[in-house]
């Protein structure tokens, strides 16, 4: 039995044991593990200043200052707190959001939600490749848009937006721009200042950190105001209550800067190995892709395979860990709501496995995918 290769990176990636050796140094006894808010003893003021310290890491990787930065339980809450806070704490101004259909469920089920509360939400359809252009944009908002929410880098497609464009098409319009970017720390450049974004959604666990923790960029501005989800003890700027989780919240800071340090390097090395897949599959009809190579980052690659079932084709490739699509969705026999969106067609979208490749891929787990990939197909088309 060949050994179990890994090519789901963008449904959760392994710790890095680098992030893994920090955060263990503030769990036990003889660690800095105290709660960051008791302020009365020294091994408190060693955990939070553990905490500062962290928060200062997320906050250089995208340019902002680190008192800009709330902690989350990640990015589902980041996002949650993002749109519904936004929306009530500035629902004077005006109840508008834009949106499109093909983001994550974290926004998408938040933005129904807020239409259950009598906000306004305008679905934007992507083109082919997944994106939202700023034309589109410009004609979807109105006088009352408070905020606009598209993410950096689609967690199916791969796609990136044009986040600068947009951005400046948001604020001409009045509105803030608030952007989903799990998937996008360490794959694509984020300065918030420079691209013009007001609020930010990141993970840890999506970035070689653990689950369980995240965090919401929020410019601070007049204008920006946000309202608390959870209530109890006023931390985070009085934006989100909760007892700060020291390990997780170190282990984030760590995992954010090496990947954004490293991430360039990363990116060209696993460009080759998504190349070298798609080399490998050359030689097989009847393969599409739902990736627009052109305009996405090379860690997602998402392929269907006419004439197969996605879920057979997965229950056949039992060495190889694969989704067909979100990992919010995997219990879901319907096809992909992002593909879909896009306009694939439904037997496709049913065919469609997404690859996803990170630090630890290498060029044997891609021949070892490769060949189970050859060897599943024939017998499926056979």
């Not at 834009?98 to 933005?111: F, G, L, N, P, Y």
Request: proline residues 4%; negative net charge; aromatic residues 4%.
């Amino acid at each position: 039995m060949s050994a179990l290769v890994y090519l789901d990176y963008a449904a959760t990636t392994p710790v890095d044991p680098r992030v893994a050796e920090a955060m263990s140094r503030h769990l036990t006894l003889d660690g800095i593990f105290a709660n960051p808010a008791s302020r009365s003893h020294m091994l408190g003021w060693q955990a939070e200043q553990a905490v500062e310290g962290a928060r200062r890491q997320v906050a250089d990787a995208i340019g902002a200052d680190p008192r800009e930065i709330v902690w989350t339980s990640g990015a589902t809450e980041a996002d949650n707190l993002a749109l519904t806070g936004l929306l009530r704490g500035c629902r004077a101004r005006g109840r508008h959001l834009v949106t499109s259909i093909v983001e994550h469920k974290a926004v998408v089920d938040t933005a129904t939600a807020l239409e259950a509360e009598g906000f306004e939400v305008t679905w934007l359809t992507p083109g082919r490749d997944g994106r939202v252009t700023p034309e589109q944009l410009r004609e979807a908002l109105r006088p009352d848009t408070v905020l606009v929410s598209l993410m950096a880098v689609n967690n199916e497609l791969g796609c990136m937006h044009d986040l600068a464009a947009l951005a400046e098409v948001a604020h001409a319009g009045g509105a803030a721009f608030h952007v989903d970017a799990a998937q996008a720390v360490g794959r694509i450049p984020l300065d918030v200042e420079r691209l013009g974004i007001d609020l930010l959604s990141l993970s840890g666990h999506k970035a070689y950190g653990p689950k369980g923790i995240g965090a919401l960029y929020v410019r601070r501005h007049p204008d920006i105001r946000v309202e608390a989800l959870i209530h109890g003890g006023g931390h985070e700027r009085g934006m989100r209550s909760g007892t700060l989780p020291t390990h997780q919240i170190v282990g984030m800071g760590e995992a954010i800067a090496l990947t954004t340090a490293e991430g360039e390097a990363d990116q060209a090395r696993i460009t080759g190995l998504r190349d070298r897949l798609l080399a490998g599959l050359a030689d097989l009809d009847g393969i599409h892709r739902n990736t627009d190579l052109a305009v996405s980052v090379p860690n997602i690659l998402n392929l269907a395979f006419e004439g197969v079932d996605g879920e057979s084709l997965l229950m056949a490739l039992r060495d190889i860990a694969l989704s067909t699509g979100s990992a919010c969705n995997s219990a879901s026999v319907e096809p992909s709501y992002v593909l879909k969106g896009i306009g694939v067609p439904r037997s496709l979208a049913l065919a469609s496995l997404r690859f996803s490749f990170g630090r630890f891929t290498t060029e044997a787990d891609i021949d070892q995918a490769l060949a189970s990939l050859h060897h599943a197909l024939t017998g499926l088309r056979r």
